[in-house]
C-alpha cells in the first residue's frame, strides 16, 4: 500500500525545484506585507496547469486523426477524433490536470477496435487548447458543452471516461444529469477541497492565505468545492459506472477511488496494483476491462 502522505504527493506533482521555491519566497512575503495579493497570486499559481502546455504544443499528432479547436468561454478546447467509425457511438476521453489528449490514445484504440468513435478532449490551458488557468467547475462545464455539441452534430455518446481530476469533473456532470449511457472514472480525487490544503503546504500558504483563495475561486465560479465530492454527486448519477483505481496511486489516494464507488448506485470498482496514477491509462488488463465495459 501507498505510504506517501498527500503533502508529498502534492509536492511531486508540483515537481519541487527552484522554480516552487521562488514561489513558495515570493507568497511568503506578499503574505505578511499585502495579503489581498497573496490570495491573488495564489489563485492564480492554483489555476495554472504544470507541467505547461507549450511541452505538448510541439509534439506532433498521430497520423489519421482530425484536430478540431472549439472556441469555450475565454479560452478554447481542442477535440481529437479517429473517424474509424464515423458513425458509430462515441467514447469521450479526458485527461487529467496537467495532462494531455495523448495519454488517453492507448485507450482510445482499444475503444476503436470494438466499434467506437474516439473523441479525445482537451481542456482549456492544457496541449492546444487556449487559455493560461482553468479550475475543477471549468472542466466540468466543458465537458458538458462537448457533449452537447457532439449530440447537436448527431452523435451518441456511448461512454464518457475522465482520468484524475477530470474523473472529479465528469462526475459531477454526470449528476447533473449529463446524456451520456456510460461513465468510467479514472484515479478520481474524491475531495477538491482537501488539495487546497495540499497546495498551501506546499507553497507555504497559511490557513487564513488558503481559506482566502478558496473563497476566492468559489464566489468566481459560483459553486462550492464540496458539491464536487462523492457524497454529493453520487447519489444522483444514475448510469452504469466503472471506477478504477490503483492501490498504491501518490496523486489521489485509493479511497478516494473507493468514496466514489460507494456513493453511486451500483458502481463497479476495479483496484489495481502496482500501476500507479498513471500507467493505468495503458494497462492491457485495465483496457480491455474498460473496452468491455463501454461495448
Do not use: C
Not at 282 to 290: K, P, Y
Request: glycine share 8%.
Amino acid at each position: 500500500m501507498n505510504t506517501r502522505t498527500a503533502a508529498e504527493a502534492a509536492s511531486s506533482y508540483y515537481h519541487a525545484n527552484p522554480g516552487v521555491r521562488l514561489f513558495r519566497f515570493a507568497l511568503g512575503t506578499s503574505q505578511r506585507l499585502w495579503p489581498a495579493l497573496a490570495v491573488r497570486a495564489a489563485a492564480r499559481l492554483f489555476g495554472t496547469p504544470l507541467p505547461p502546455k507549450w511541452l505538448q504544443r510541439r509534439t506532433p499528432w498521430e497520423p489519421g486523426w482530425q484536430i478540431e479547436a472549439w472556441p469555450f468561454e475565454d479560452a478554447s478546447v481542442t477535440l481529437y477524433s479517429r473517424p474509424v467509425a464515423p458513425h458509430g457511438p462515441v467514447a469521450l476521453l479526458v485527461h487529467g490536470w496537467g495532462g494531455h489528449a495523448r495519454q488517453l490514445l492507448p485507450l482510445a484504440d482499444a475503444l476503436a477496435g470494438h466499434g467506437l468513435r474516439p473523441v479525445l478532449l482537451e481542456m482549456p490551458a492544457h496541449g492546444r487548447s487556449a487559455g493560461s488557468v482553468s479550475n475543477l467547475p471549468q472542466f466540468s462545464r466543458a465537458i458538458e458543452y462537448a457533449v452537447a455539441r457532439l449530440r447537436q452534430e448527431g452523435h451518441a455518446v456511448r461512454v464518457l471516461a475522465a482520468h484524475s481530476l477530470a474523473a472529479n469533473a465528469a462526475a459531477h456532470a454526470a449528476a447533473r444529469g449529463l446524456p451520456v449511457e456510460r461513465l468510467l472514472l479514472l484515479a478520481p480525487p474524491a475531495s477538491p477541497r482537501a488539495y487546497t490544503r495540499y497546495f498551501a503546504q506546499v507553497f507555504g500558504l497559511s490557513e487564513a492565505t488558503r481559506a482566502a483563495m478558496q473563497r476566492r475561486i468559489e464566489a468566481r465560479e459560483g459553486i462550492l468545492m464540496p458539491q464536487f465530492e462523492p457524497d454529493a454527486v453520487g447519489p444522483r448519477i444514475r448510469v452504469p459506472t466503472l471506477v478504477v483505481h490503483d492501490q498504491a496511486d501518490s496523486i489521489n489516494r485509493f479511497a478516494d477511488g473507493q468514496a466514489f464507488a460507494r456513493a453511486i448506485r451500483g458502481a463497479e470498482l476495479l483496484a489495481t496494483q502496482g500501476l500507479g496514477h498513471r500507467r493505468i491509462l495503458r494497462d492491457a488488463a485495465v483496457l480491455g476491462r474498460a473496452t468491455l465495459f463501454a461495448t
